[in-house]
């Protein structure tokens, strides 16, 4: 799970106040008392389903260095100032250990003249309870529940501050908060809460179960609790189970819930419903199969349609999409709040740009919709002239990439009759580079919505994704700029390669054959003839109008000496990020498919940019989190000659 700081409260149940009680002494005042405990608690956030967790109290499984250290104290997770002051702690701990299955911790309080009203809180007990944050440092599933939430145990966690607060919780468990993170807290179900009567006999049935007696040992009253909720919840869960399994409504499961049947029970009465609605209908002799389509689905495709149309007009509108193509960002949300049977009457506009961004509300997936298609069409449209000459590939996760060099591969020998193949060897790769990660959050509030700016869902994904298309192309011509040392520690271009012509020539029939002759020229590590042939001319935009009539063919010769054999033989590749290093140089490359000479590689699966959204937490709306996992590296230079040019 991702790393975040989380909360849990308890009633603040003070065993000792050390040094005085009396806040107008000098002295500080020391509190000591428990603030944590191994009482389960389910949690949920937006993107998993709900699960319950234990903290573990094992000295292995809990780290009290921070609070040893001298850990925060703080007033409702810094959430309240003290009178005057800014937000900072009223305290610190001084010690912490583990007593009976529970956290304590013993804790001295700031003298400050901000912190009187808190002492005298404390004095009058208007303080009762205390709340932990901690980082999850590791959990192990010790329960998986069909139908209910998994339990989880939390053997490695970190105390990071301890917080007295305001909001009375329950008396064991206590209430669950996140300081930094999606996570929400998860009330007890409305089954749970009216089963008392169930949870009672379950009580009862526990306790006569147990084999040791009262005056041998003491009984466990939470113990019993809890064993009778886990009861309960086991009921409820297989009664879901055996209704949903046969199709039955809703409120029959509700029923047989609320009225505490046992599950054998509740097995035949949903039989017996069964049983009466198969009487009841009316079977006919032949299958008839529709195609049904889900009104939700269709209502948000034309939704997003009729967005996509307003943000450019020449894109298609369907004609389902013809009702929402004049509604604004606002209306649409009052819109999609009617169909989900929400009464937007009295609502002003905060509010209903509020609710429209609700896990409820089907415009988030609508407005997602929108941006990632913009995002993608900008990114496709960006001119990326590499793609022509450098070869792609991917990778299935971040790990060095080590390429063998296609140049490198063993020579064919003649097999004689009834002799043996040889077995030959394909040189390591030395050529290594490693995926990079890119990426940029933006948010989107309500205020968008209300001021109808559809530009901040369509444009500023596009203008993401033109952004990831530049950092392709930087990367990419960089390489051949940079002109890096290869695996052999010579530059990429260079006298030693053979691919360089340093002095530098303009443009010209000769000086292009001058470049061609040395890649038909370049040979395999062992010596083999690679006969390399040119098919790309890469020039930067100073060069441009040269190189088109080098190779154009509208000329056409009157004497054979005067025929130019490049025409029609060279695709012209003109980009202007080579002009930065120079407005003189231009290059030759073979085929890729033939040779390797630069590769791009993207994360299997991830080809280009993509974005993912969620509600926000930074921004009072929506964050849209665009990503791209990127990166090039020159693999052979036997494909690719470069001229300094005159």
């Not at 009464?343 to 506009?349: A, E, L, S, V, Y």
């Not at 509600?615 to 665009?626: C, P």
Request: glycine share 6%.
């Amino acid at each position: 799970m991702p790393e975040q700081i989380l909360t849990r409260s308890f009633d603040l149940d003070v065993t000792k106040r050390a040094d005085t009680d009396d806040a107008s002494t000098n002295k500080n005042l020391v509190l000591e008392f428990p603030f944590s405990s191994e009482e389960p608690y389910t949690r949920s956030n937006f993107f998993d389903e709900p699960w319950v967790e234990v903290l573990g109290h094992r000295n292995t499984e809990i780290d009290l260095s921070r609070l040893n250290d001298g850990a925060p104290v703080l007033l409702n997770h810094g959430i309240s100032r003290t009178e005057n002051a800014p937000l900072r702690s009223i305290g610190k701990t001084t010690r912490a250990w583990i007593e009976n299955g529970r956290g304590f911790v013993e804790i001295k309080l700031s003298r400050r003249d901000d912190m009187k009203s808190v002492l005298q809180d404390l004095e009058d007990d208007l303080i009762p309870n205390v709340s932990v944050g901690y980082r999850i440092l590791e959990r192990t599933l010790t329960q998986k529940n069909d139908g209910s939430p998994d339990e989880y145990r939390v053997t490695r966690w970190l105390p990071m501050e301890v917080t007295l607060c305001d909001i009375p919780v329950d008396a064991t468990v206590g209430i669950g908060r996140s300081i930094n993170s999606e996570e929400t807290s998860m009330p007890v179900t409305k089954t749970e809460e009216k089963s008392e009567q169930v949870i009672d006999q379950n009580i009862a049935e526990v306790d006569s179960a147990r084999s040791v007696k009262a005056e041998d040992k003491p009984i466990d009253t939470s113990k019993i609790q809890s064993d009778a909720v886990k009861a309960e919840r086991k009921r409820t869960t297989e009664i879901k189970q055996i209704c949903r399994s046969v199709s039955v409504d809703e409120s029959v499961v509700d029923d047989l819930i609320e009225r505490g049947v046992t599950v054998d029970e509740a097995r035949k009465e949903v039989l017996d419903k069964l049983a009466n609605r198969t009487s009841e209908q009316n079977i006919s002799s032949r299958s008839d199969i529709h195609t049904l389509v889900d009104e939700t689905e269709t209502r948000r495709d034309m939704m997003e349609a009729a967005l996509l149309h307003r943000a450019n007009p020449s894109t298609e509108l369907p004609d389902g999409a013809r009702q929402f193509a004049g509604l604004s960002l606002l209306e649409l949300s009052r819109e999609n709040m009617r169909v989900r049977g929400v009464n937007t009457n009295g609502m002003d506009k905060m509010q209903v740009a509020g609710r429209a961004f609700e896990s409820t509300s089907d415009l988030p997936n609508v407005l997602a919709n929108v941006a990632n298609k913009s995002l993608r069409n900008a990114y496709e449209a960006a001119p990326r002239t590499f793609q022509a000459w450098a070869r792609q590939a991917s990778a299935s996760d971040f790990k060095p990439i080590n390429k063998m060099v296609l140049s490198d591969a063993p020579a064919l020998e003649t097999v004689n009759e009834n002799g043996e193949f040889k077995r030959g060897a394909v040189t390591d790769g030395k050529e290594t580079y490693q995926l990079a990660t890119v990426g940029k959050i933006i948010g989107l509030t309500r205020q968008a919505i209300i001021n109808d700016d559809l530009s901040a869902f369509t444009r500023l994904p596009a203008m993401f994704a033109t952004s990831a298309a530049n950092y392709e192309s930087d990367t990419v011509y960089g390489i051949l700029t940079a002109n890096a040392p290869l695996a052999d520690g010579v530059a990429l271009f260079h006298a030693t390669h053979k691919n360089l012509t340093g002095t530098g020539t303009a443009i010209s029939i000769n000086s292009l054959s001058e470049g061609r002759k040395k890649l038909r020229k370049q040979k395999t590590i062992k010596g083999v003839s690679m006969n390399l042939g040119a098919r790309y001319f890469l020039v930067p935009t100073s060069l441009e109008t040269a190189a088109e009539q080098i190779v154009s063919q509208q000329y056409l010769a009157a004497q054979s000496a005067n025929i130019n054999p490049f025409a029609g033989r060279l695709q012209v590749i003109v980009e202007d990020r080579l002009d930065e290093s120079s407005e003189t140089a231009w290059y030759l490359l073979a085929d890729n498919s033939v040779i390797d000479t630069v590769e791009y590689c993207y994360l299997e699966g991830n080809s280009g940019v993509y974005i993912e959204t969620r509600q926000g937490f930074d921004v009072d709306g929506m964050e849209i989190k665009a990503r791209l996992d990127f990166a090039a590296k020159a693999i052979d230079y036997r494909g690719v000659y470069k001229n300094n040019g005159a």
